[in-house]
T-cell receptor
Framework: EDQVTQSPEALRLQEGESSSLNCSYTVSGLRGLFWYRQDPGKGPEFLFTLYSAGEEKEKERLKATLTKKESFLHITAPKPEDSATYLCAVPDSGNTPLVFGKGTRLSVIA | KAGVTQTPRYLIKTRGQQVTLSCSPISGHRSVSWYQQTPGQGLQFLFEYFSETQRNKGNFPGRFSGRQFSNSRSEMNVSTLELGDSALYLC?????????????FGQGTRLTVV
């Protein structure tokens, strides 16, 4: 069964303290890995798509990387406004558009 | 460019009632997918519509149904509501040509069943 696992479940950082979130997946024939940010009570906001191992994408303090089995979302010098739940998702080997992980809840403390 | 619009934002319904939720995708997008989000299960796929046809379906009971109109707008319906149907219902819009294209979400409809 195709699965997406994110770790840690929750992460608390001091402002400026860099860290990484992990997303591991088991799906054959990866057709893209997607990162989203979700604020409480709102819909997920699209961040990045990665398609092949070795690919990297950056946006402000965020950088996403991809290997054959996992993806990392690196957060450099985070600010309190980066606090949110970060979700990763992949299309499964069948026809489900996106299978989501449970997310990492990030809190950045000033 | 307008984003994905979901209406209503909030709903309170009684057990046994039915409910219809609406989603207007980004202009030019032909695929609309629906997801249910709960604290325990996370985001779970309900179904996907493309060019007015259901293309994929998740593992939900038949009480959950949907449709898509010729202008790509979509509705989902839940009949005989149960307490466990309380959730944030999200729709996602993509151009839909192939799996792996970016999907953009609306703000969701928060459904509370009492």
């Amino acid at each position: 069964e195709d699965q997406v696992t994110q770790s840690p479940e929750a992460l608390r950082l001091q402002e400026g303290e860099s860290s990484s979130l992990n997303c591991s997946y088991t799906v054959s024939g990866l057709r893209g890995l997607f990162w989203y940010r979700q604020d409480p009570g709102k819909g997920p906001e699209f961040l990045f798509t990665l398609y092949s191992a070795g690919e990297e994408k950056e946006k402000e303090r965020l950088k996403a990387t991809l290997t054959k089995k996992e993806s990392f979302l690196h957060i450099t010098a985070p600010k309190p406004e980066d606090s949110a739940t970060y979700l990763c998702a992949v299309p499964d080997s069948g026809n489900t558009p996106l299978v989501f992980g449970k997310g990492t809840r990030l809190s950045v403390i000033a | 460019k307008a984003g994905v619009t979901q209406t209503p934002r909030y709903l309170i319904k009684t057990r046994g009632q039915q409910v219809t939720l609406s989603c207007s995708p980004i202009s030019g997008h032909r695929s609309v997918s629906w997801y249910q989000q709960t604290p325990g299960q996370g985001l779970q796929f309900l179904f996907e519509y493309f060019s007015e046809t259901q293309r994929n379906k998740g593992n939900f009971p038949g009480r959950f149904s949907g449709r898509q109109f010729s202008n790509s707008r979509s509705e989902m319906n839940v009949s005989t509501l149960e307490l466990g149907d309380s959730a944030l219902y999200l729709c996602a819009s993509s151009w839909g040509g192939r799996p792996g294209t970016e999907a953009f979400f609306g703000q969701g409809t928060r459904l509370t069943v009492v």
